[in-house]
């Protein structure tokens, strides 16, 4: 099975070689360089064709094709790839991420509160005000927007890669609108079917509590005195490459699934249409970017919030999960003061290291990446999903020349970090299963009294061979990730597997596709104006239902298109694609 695994590596070019996942040396990938914890895979793997594992492989695409566990790729929807070679990691090594993931959270909620209040890391000289203030993604409509000891990252997804020692390091933060984490729970369900024999033999802890307790964190950020908050996901539509993870929470947390123009604000308040008149909105778990979520405070142009929502946030009559103006921690030059910034609110060096990071606004670190651009990665301080990062030495000569050009141009936009050979994971591919890169998205949960770090996460993996970049818009898959209990503990992995979340079908990429309301507080299915020509033309088209039956009107702030509905059409899929991108 293992025949020729480690011929890449094999490569003297490759200096120095990547620490492999499985086996300590992939030069020589037989069973007495298997680590630990892929002991049981290692074996059950050795008793598989290739054939038979191609097979289970062919099965695991197929599934997802028919539950439309699918991602925008270069504009054609696809099934999203997902590996038949599990990511297996042992206790103490989760543990130990476990850790470091919760104290990044906690020195990053700590950050946001004092940078939009009374900013005390900067009069100390922590971290300077012109990094703050010139952030892409800082807001400053979020100055005093929530009180204190609110919580602001409800959700983050913090990204980990594992350098040539098999040291793990934060590559970078996500607290804007982080994505990826309905594929974690689908890689679950569909490889507990893949590899049954491995869930009975092996400890791995389950998945399946993440929509239980983002719905739990949502519920208790509610405003103050409501007792039963009504809790809905604010989806971009249809367009947007994650809208298959939008419709799995909001089915699974039992909620509603909106876009903007199923909300209004009136009183300062925010209120959801349905057929039984309108309904009042306590938190939203908005998949929408800053800048489209409210076109009175943001873009005047955006049709996929809500006028209004920022007021009702101000007044304190709805929570949005996550808070307005998280994007200053995503800014990839604020990532270099973290390190300083744990030692400063918490007392405690790091548990998770960053990646060493050159700060180009800095001349001398300017002059140093100028003149070593060929042995570095150089990365947009605003970029996301791999856009715009540039591998000096994959470059060609006039690529590195505009690049150096940009760079003089705009020191502040940019960083660099030296090229890390990601840590590779045995990986099916058409020659057979070889060493691909990969990185870890783990994903926590605040609830404000506690942060949940899901077991596992997202392990994202370059399928092209030598590949760095593994982000899913740049053509990666992904891995099932294993994190795996400590021996002796109560719960078993076979009863474990038998609490796998069961999903059924997402609805059909339609607007009238709503998530089941809980069963608490029934909600009558609304029908809803569609998008699609084929629906009946979009929003502002006469003759189109809108909320409750009534004719739909395009709102105030929308462009109108005298000539036809063309235009709006693809005003909002151009706005749909863009938001959320993380």
């Not at 293992?2 to 890449?8: E, I, L, M």
């Not at 061979?465 to 294993?482: A, F, M, P, R």
């Amino acid at each position: 099975m293992f025949q020729g695994y480690g011929a890449a590596l094999a490569d003297t070019s490759t200096c120095p070689q990547p620490w492999d996942e499985m086996f300590a040396d992939p030069l020589r990938p037989d069973s007495s360089q298997v680590r630990q914890a892929y002991c049981e895979l290692h074996s059950a793997l050795g008793h598989l064709t290739r054939d038979e594992l191609r097979g289970r492989a062919e099965a695991l695409a197929s599934s997802y094709l028919a539950q439309g566990v699918t991602f925008d790729f270069a504009g054609e929807e696809q099934p999203f790839p997902l590996d038949a070679v599990p990511r297996v990691l042992a206790a103490a090594e989760w543990q130990r991420i476990e850790d470091g993931v919760r104290q990044r959270v906690h020195v990053l909620e700590a950050f946001l509160a004092d940078i939009y209040g009374p900013q005390r890391a900067v009069a100390d000289r922590v971290i300077p005000a012109s990094v703050v203030a010139s952030s892409p993604g800082f807001c400053r409509q979020a100055v005093g927007l929530l009180e204190e000891g609110a919580v602001r990252v409800h959700v983050a997804g913090i990204d980990l890669v594992r350098d040539e020692s098999g040291q793990w390091r934060v590559l970078e933060d996500n607290v804007r609108v982080p994505s990826g984490v309905s594929y974690v729970v689908s890689n679950r369900h569909v490889m507990a079917q893949t590899l049954p024999e491995l869930f009975a033999r092996m400890a791995i802890r389950a998945v399946d509590e993440y929509p239980q307790r983002l719905l739990e964190a949502l519920r208790a950020s509610a405003p103050a005195g409501v007792e039963d908050p009504v809790v809905v996901v604010l989806t971009p539509g249809v367009f947007n490459s994650a809208y298959f993870e939008h419709t799995l929470l909001a089915r699974l947390m039992g909620v509603e699934l909106v876009e903007g123009r199923d909300l209004y604000c009136s009183g300062g308040h925010v209120w959801m249409h349905t057929t039984n008149g309108p309904e009042r909105v306590d938190v939203v778990y908005r998949r929408v970017d800053d800048d489209f979520l409210d076109p009175l405070q943001f873009r005047a142009d955006s049709v996929l919030g809500a006028p209004g929502l920022l007021t009702a946030a101000r007044f304190g009559n709805v929570t949005l999960a996550n808070a307005v103006g998280n994007g200053v921690v995503d800014d990839k030059l604020v990532y270099t003061y973290i390190p300083d910034l744990t030692r400063y609110y918490l007392g405690q060096d790091p548990v998770l290291p960053n990646v060493e990071t050159w700060r180009l606004e800095e001349p001398e670190a300017l002059a140093e990446v100028l003149d070593r651009l060929p042995e570095l990665v150089v990365k947009p301080v605003d970029g996301s999903g791999g856009k715009g990062l540039v591998v000096g030495a994959r470059a060609s000569a006039s690529e590195l020349d505009r690049l150096r050009a940009a760079l003089k141009r705009d020191p502040r936009g940019w960083i660099a970090q030296p090229i890390i050979q990601l840590s590779t994971i045995p990986t099916l591919v058409e020659e057979g299963i070889r060493p691909r890169h990969s990185d870890l998205r783990p994903f926590a949960v605040n609830s404000g009294g506690d942060v949940w770090v899901l077991p596992g996460g997202l392990t994202r993996v370059a399928l092209p061979e030598g590949q760095l970049v593994v982000n899913s818009s740049q053509g990666g898959g992904s891995k099932d990730t294993w994190a795996l209990e400590e021996v002796g503990a109560e719960a078993t992995s076979a009863v474990r597997s038998r609490q796998l979340v069961q999903l059924s079908p997402p609805p059909s990429r339609a607007h009238d596709a709503v998530a089941p309301a809980p069963p608490s507080r029934p909600v009558a299915a609304r029908p809803r104006a569609a998008v699609s020509p084929v629906a009946g033309g979009p929003p502002g088209t006469p003759g189109t239902p809108g909320p409750r039956g009534r004719q739909w009107h395009a709102p105030a702030h929308a462009p109108q298109d005298p000539d036809g509905s063309d235009r709006y059409i693809q005003q909002v899929r151009h706005q749909q694609q863009q938001s959320e991108s993380g």
